[in-house]
C-alpha cells in the first residue's frame, strides 16, 4: 500500500486549497480514506474522512468549509479546502485504515498547507 499526497501549499486567510492523494497497491473502491493533520507543538487529529460506501465525517472546526470526495476510478481522494483560516495551518496527512490489509494505519508523505493571515 502507498499513497501519495500532493496540492499543499502557502495561501492567504480565506483562500483556497486542493488536497490530492492517490493510492497504489490497493482495491482502492473498497477502503476508507482519511485526511488528518498535525500543526506545530499538536497532536495529530482526523480531519475529514469517507468510507468505500461514500459515508463522510469531518471534525467540527471544518464543517462547512473543507469536502472530502474520492474517485475510484483513479484511485484518488481529495480535500478541498475553502476559507481557510491561519489555525488550518498544518501537515496533512492522507490515510487508510482497512481489515483488507492487516487493520494497519498507512499514511502519505504529507503536504505543508500555510494560511497567512
Known amino acids: 500500500v502507498q499513497l501519495q499526497a500532493s496540492g499543499g501549499g502557502l495561501v492567504q486567510a480565506g483562500g483556497s486549497l486542493r488536497l490530492s492523494c492517490v493510492a497504489s497497491?490497493?482495491?482502492?473502491?473498497?477502503?476508507?480514506m482519511a485526511w488528518y493533520r498535525q500543526a506545530p507543538g499538536k497532536q495529530r487529529e482526523l480531519v475529514a474522512a469517507i468510507t468505500g460506501g461514500g459515508s463522510i465525517n469531518y471534525v467540527d472546526s471544518v464543517k462547512g468549509r473543507f469536502t472530502i470526495s474520492r474517485d475510484n476510478a483513479k484511485n484518488t481522494v481529495y480535500l478541498q479546502m475553502d476559507s481557510l483560516k491561519p489555525e488550518d495551518t498544518a501537515v496533512y496527512y492522507c490515510?487508510?485504515?482497512?481489515?483488507?490489509?492487516?487493520?494497519?494505519?498507512?499514511w502519505g508523505q504529507g503536504t505543508q498547507v500555510t494560511v497567512s493571515s
Open positions: 490515510n487508510t485504515r482497512s481489515r483488507l490489509y492487516a487493520g494497519v494505519d498507512y
Open positions: 497497491g490497493v482495491i482502492f473502491k473498497l477502503i476508507p
